[in-house]
């Protein structure tokens, strides 16, 4: 008995250490495999990869590609929907956690919760056919009124138009609610009680209860589930494809410019992957997204670990 339970633990040990290894070495082989895939193209363009707002691979033997202006875009559509989103989702976790009524908390929870199951095209087809719409008057009160500030300037493209970064921002916002909810209310309801009545025995009201002894404890969690939220507003392909009009202008800081993130990029040229080293333009963008999101999921893993060894 005491041999099969020994044994039993072996196997199921190296089950649990083959399948750490195995999601290691699969995210090595991608990153190689984009790593390899890219060298070529990248020897052989004729712009700067880092500084040109060129995208040309028409011609495979004068490419003339850069990625600022997909980064560019790709960081203010993802921050914009942090900014939105961060604050919703911590009242929101606030209020099923500390206020909301367990009949009532379990099933708005759950709603919530649902909000991640919904594709992405879906969030695509919404974004430009009902919100775009609707948000447009917004739009054009802010380049009309705070259009001296850079962010709300008229951007590259024509009044009127609905597919802007401001609107799929607010798309993102909506899809990474759902994940950093979820992070931020299991990490809120698991304080200590002991802090919870210790704050209201010294006659502290429900609010300075939250800011004394809910927010402190939960904080590096719910940072840790906004910057995983972000790195899924990073990735998002479909709907920021959908939603975001294309434009031939340099980016600026105007949040009403059009333009390709790095994944909407990829995914718009997806049938023309026929000659290699026009491939491997694509690939190297590829390649800077890869990284971008992985450091940005390790930072969240940072500080998740930081609250768990705190």
């Known amino acids: 008995m005491w041999a099969s339970s020994r044994r039993g633990e072996s196997v199921f040990r190296g089950l649990t250490t083959g399948s750490g290894v195995l999601v290691v070495a699969s995210i090595a082989l991608i990153g190689l495999f ?13 712009a700067n990869f880092f500084t040109s707002t060129e995208f040309s691979t028409g011609d495979p033997d004068n490419l003339r590609f850069g990625i600022l202006d997909l980064l560019v875009v790709t960081l203010k559509t993802s921050i ?50 009902v919100l775009a719409p609707v948000i447009l008057p917004v739009n054009q009160w802010l380049v009309d009124n705070l259009g001296w500030f850079p962010l709300f300037s008229q951007g590259n493209l024509p009044v009127g138009v609905r597919g802007t970064i401001f609107t799929g921002g607010v798309i993102l916002a909506v899809m990474i609610l759902p994940i950093i909810t979820a992070v931020a209310r299991e990490v809120f309801a ?46 998002e392909t479909i709907a920021i494809l959908l939603v975001i009009s294309a434009s031939t202008g340099m980016q600026t800081l105007s ?56």
């Open 34 to 46: 984009l790593l390899i895939q890219a060298i070529p193209s990248l020897l052989a363009n004729q």
């Open 255 to 310: 949040l009403f410019d059009g333009g390709y993130t790095f994944a909407s990029l990829i995914a718009s040229a997806a049938s023309e992957f026929s000659q290699p080293l026009p491939t491997g333009a694509y690939i190297s963008a590829g390649l800077v997204l890869f990284v971008l999101t992985f450091v940005v999921n390790a930072l969240a893993r940072v500080v998740a670990g930081g609250k768990v060894n705190g």
């Open 80 to 129: 914009l929907a942090l900014v939105i989103a961060m604050p919703i989702a911590l009242g929101v976790a606030l209020f099923l956690t500390q206020y909301a009524p367990k009949r009532v908390a379990r099933p708005f929870a759950y709603v919530i919760d649902l909000l991640a199951a919904v594709p992405s095209i879906v969030y695509g087809l919404w974004g430009i056919l």
């Open 190 to 235: 698991q304080t200590p009680r002991f802090h919870i009545e210790a704050a209201k025995a010294l006659g502290a009201t429900r609010w300075e209860v939250i800011t004394m002894a809910v927010l402190p404890y939960g904080r590096s969690g719910y940072i840790a589930g906004s910057m995983l939220g972000l790195g899924r507003a990073l990735g």
